[in-house]
T-cell receptor, first 111, second 114 residues
Framework: DQQVKQNSPSLSVQEGRISILNCDYT??????FLWYKKYPAEGPTFLIS?????DKNEDGRFTVFLNKSAKHLSLHIVPSQPGDSAVYFC??????????FGKGTKLSVIP | DAGITQSPRHKVTETGTPVTLRCHQT?????MYWYRQDPGHGLRLIHY???????DKGEVSDGYSVSRSKTEDFLLTLESATSSQTSVYFC?????????????FGPGTRLLVL
């Protein structure tokens, strides 16, 4: 039973436009959510996170929105750049800090 | 760069042989983790450690053991490798980035079990 779901395996966006990556979760006990970016042959790198007590967190071009009632979060990248092309993972944890990851969404930003 | 190295970076082994992967950190972090990444599964937690000699199982711990005799080193052992353990293995440490709690990941070890 997958507790963190990224239902879109891939997404293509034009350079300069907004990229929106989505993530759904089933466990209402999750209290912290994170987004990671991963390039081929490298480890995941942390992008941004959000606590369950907030509904938005912004860091430069990256904004994460959390809708607790819908058990949904999204990552917005504005404007998208070719260097943003990577696999994006959504992750969540409950207190003990064991992360549960989604399967990832491959973002392609087209110049 | 969170000061995490993994060795070896690539390994090919045969079914039934023991394999040990090493994760080394220079940050003196208490929490360390081992994950595996497979197509269609994202990253899954194998084992984690919350201090020297303190470890616990994750989601996919069967067939794996870990040891942590020093703060800086976390070892993952496949006692008898199987083809289903062909994967990319990532080590991580718990830390903070810009005031946000996160995990930092190593570069990964690509393991092929023939």
């Amino acid at each position: 039973d997958q507790q963190v779901k990224q239902n879109s395996p891939s997404l293509s966006v034009q350079e300069g436009r907004i990229s929106i990556l989505n993530c759904d979760y089933t466990n209402s006990m999750f209290d912290y959510f994170l987004w990671y970016k991963k390039y081929p042959a490298e480890g995941p790198t942390f992008l941004i996170s959000i606590s369950s007590i907030k509904d938005k967190n912004e860091d430069g071009r990256f904004t994460v929105f959390l809708n607790k009632s819908a058990k949904h979060l999204s990552l917005h990248i504005v404007p998208s750049q070719p260097g943003d092309s990577a696999v994006y993972f959504c992750a969540a944890h409950i207190g003990s800090y064991q992360l549960t990851f989604g399967k990832g969404t491959k973002l392609s930003v087209i110049p | 760069d969170a000061g995490i190295t993994q060795s070896p970076r690539h390994k090919v082994t045969e079914t039934g042989t023991p394999v040990t992967l090493r994760c080394h950190q220079t940050e003196n972090h208490r929490y360390m983790y081992w994950y595996r990444q497979d197509p269609g599964h994202g990253l899954r937690l194998i084992h984690y450690s919350y201090g020297v000699k303190d470890t616990d199982k994750g989601e996919v711990s069967d067939g794996y053991s870990v040891s942590r005799s020093k703060t800086e080193d976390f070892l993952l052992t496949l006692e008898s490798a199987t083809s289903s353990q062909t994967s990319v293995y990532f080590c991580a440490i718990r830390g903070t980035s810009g005031g946000q709690e996160t995990q930092y990941f190593g570069p990964g070890t690509r393991l092929l079990v023939l």
